[in-house]
């Protein structure tokens, strides 16, 4: 489980592509890596990924089929970052919200509302999906989350 909200940023410095699967090495900082193993679950901006590969400060992460076709992670470059947070344990704070970071669908941005410091973005979800939106009250406004 995680709590959604992102520990620390990593730079992907390599980008191994097979068919309908790749691997990404990232460069971890030492606090993030610190009891790091090798099956251990990282969420790589939000999608949950499993180590597979360590090396000094490089860690290694497969991305499978379904995880290239649901999400944006096949789009990343060697260079880019990822947001990271590793799983939530037992006894942590949950200073966010408990989420599996299991990914089932991507949505299409259809708008990005632009404000000092802010941007409001709106999303298209499939409609078999919408049971899971919920809404959320935010400065008296009423927007999906």
Not at 75 to 88: D, H, Y
Not at 99 to 105: E, L, T
Request: hydrophobic residues 45%; proline residues 3%; contains cysteine.
């Amino acid at each position: 489980m995680f709590t959604g909200i992102v520990q620390g940023v990593a730079r992907v410095i390599a980008v191994h592509e097979l068919d309908d699967f790749r691997v990404h090495v990232v460069e971890m900082p030492p606090s993030m890596r610190e009891g790091l193993e090798i099956g251990a679950s990282v969420a790589h901006n939000g999608v949950c990924l499993t180590v597979t590969a360590i090396d000094g400060d490089s860690v290694s992460f497969d991305l499978m089929r379904e995880t290239l076709r649901l999400t944006n992670l096949g789009a990343i470059t060697p260079g880019q970052c990822v947001n990271i947070e590793r799983a939530a344990r037992f006894g942590d704070e949950i200073g966010g919200h408990s989420m599996s970071g299991h990914i089932i669908a991507m949505a299409e941005v259809v708008a990005i509302e632009e404000a000092p410091n802010n941007r409001r973005l709106w999303f298209s979800l499939p409609e078999r999906l919408g049971r899971y939106v919920f809404e959320k009250a935010i400065s008296g406004w009423m927007v999906l989350a």
